[in-house]
């Protein structure tokens, strides 16, 4: 089994999902994990009302931070993405094992403005582009991918991925 670290600065919306999503879309050949380098210290009430109307479990999930993670005990990674713009820029701590990174940026749907229908739609739609790149990342042949071909690969997933959410 693969270990996924999905990192952001709140840890409430946008990694919380990634988490949900690779833990069903992985079919027990991957698990996931989210933290947050400033975490909020909940997750985000529109994150949680979504993955249980797509009939999510969420009672395992909390706003942590990526400390963690980085500590003697915790899991090894073997990949980690950060899914958003400031995470990504920070300093992060040296992660046992030396994963794969990537950055997978996406806007931070607990920023979106507007109705509250138009808010949830931003959760809805942030959910939507992180099952489609997580789709693609679990579908990879990682077994016949040397290390260069696969952080390439892992790298071409946030950024194909953001051309096609664009156009």
Not at 116 to 127: M, P
């Amino acid at each position: 089994m693969y270990n996924v670290l999905f990192l952001c600065t709140g840890n409430s919306a946008r990694s919380i999902l990634a988490e949900a999503v690779i833990n069903r879309e992985g079919r027990g050949r991957f698990k996931g994990y989210s933290a947050g380098s400033h975490p909020k210290g909940e997750v985000h009430p529109y994150s949680i009302d979504l993955l249980k109307r797509l009939n999510y479990d969420t009672s395992g999930f909390r706003s942590k931070s990526w400390d963690e993670f980085a500590g003697p005990d915790a899991p090894k990674m073997d990949f980690v993405f950060t899914v958003c713009d400031q995470a990504a820029a920070e300093e992060c701590p040296y992660w046992p094992g030396q994963p794969m990174t990537a950055h997978w940026g996406l806007p931070d749907p607990a920023a979106a403005t507007g109705s509250e229908t138009e808010r949830r739609l931003a959760f809805s739609d942030t959910y939507r582009m992180l099952k489609n790149r997580i789709s693609i990342f679990v579908n990879l042949p990682l077994k016949s991918l040397d290390g260069l071909s696969l952080q390439s690969r892992l790298r071409e997933i946030g950024k194909d991925q953001a051309r096609a959410e664009t156009e």
